[in-house]
């Protein structure tokens, strides 16, 4: 087992993701899922040793990972903001929520996360607190019956906390 690193990622990580689920192409979604346990995200160069090391090519694993919603390419921010698209949801403008998420954010088109890597916005299809619609999850705390104002200012609330420790 190989303890160098590469890019942060230490090959033997990977190299016993790959002894505990094997080297054929099935075991490809259960060793990038346990990656993705470790980094929270799946790094090129991890990617890159599942190719080497076992029978799956480098399109299957790309494949895989860009197939399944789980899976991320990018690291993560330390907050996952989660922002509600579905029936209810879109009914009571959470398209206008996801915009004024962006605006509070700073995130221009197609990004996810900041750019100081504190927060990743992703869009869920229900929240299942329907009754509270629009909703947005920041980690675990639920914020409803939002509006584009409500999003500023709690943004602004969380800074004014963050500030205060
Ligand atoms: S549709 Fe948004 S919480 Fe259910």
Same mark, same amino acid.
């Given at each position: 087992m190989s303890n160098e690193m590469v890019g942060g990622v230490a090959l033997s990580v990977v190299d016993r993701m790959i002894e505990r689920y094997?080297?054929?192409?099935?075991a490809a979604i259960p060793i990038l899922l346990g990656l993705q346990e470790t980094y929270g995200y799946l790094p090129l160069e991890a990617l890159q040793r599942v190719t080497d090391k076992t029978e799956t090519t480098p399109n299957q694993v790309y494949g895989v990972a860009t197939f399944y /919603?789980?899976?991320? =390419?990018k690291p993560v921010g330390e907050h996952i903001v989660r922002v509600c698209h579905g029936t209810a949801c879109h009914v009571r403008g959470a398209v206008g929520i996801s915009e004024a998420l962006s605006e509070a954010l700073g995130l221009?088109?197609?990004?996810?996360?900041t750019a100081d890597n504190k927060y990743t916005v992703e869009t869920v299809a229900?929240? /299942?607190?329907?009754? =509270?619609?629009?909703v947005i999850m920041i980690d675990d705390k639920v914020y409803g019956k939002l509006t584009r104002k409500k999003v500023k200012d709690i943004f602004k609330q969380l800074e004014r906390e963050e500030s205060n420790q």
């Amino acid at each position: 087992m190989s303890n160098e690193m590469v890019g942060g990622v230490a090959l033997s990580v990977v190299d016993r993701m790959i002894e505990r689920y094997g080297t054929s192409s099935d075991a490809a979604i259960p060793i990038l899922l346990g990656l993705q346990e470790t980094y929270g995200y799946l790094p090129l160069e991890a990617l890159q040793r599942v190719t080497d090391k076992t029978e799956t090519t480098p399109n299957q694993v790309y494949g895989v990972a860009t197939f399944y /919603g789980q899976f991320r =390419l990018k690291p993560v921010g330390e907050h996952i903001v989660r922002v509600c698209h579905g029936t209810a949801c879109h009914v009571r403008g959470a398209v206008g929520i996801s915009e004024a998420l962006s605006e509070a954010l700073g995130l221009k088109d197609g990004e996810d996360t900041t750019a100081d890597n504190k927060y990743t916005v992703e869009t869920v299809a229900c929240l /299942g607190c329907c009754s =509270l619609s629009p909703v947005i999850m920041i980690d675990d705390k639920v914020y409803g019956k939002l509006t584009r104002k409500k999003v500023k200012d709690i943004f602004k609330q969380l800074e004014r906390e963050e500030s205060n420790q």
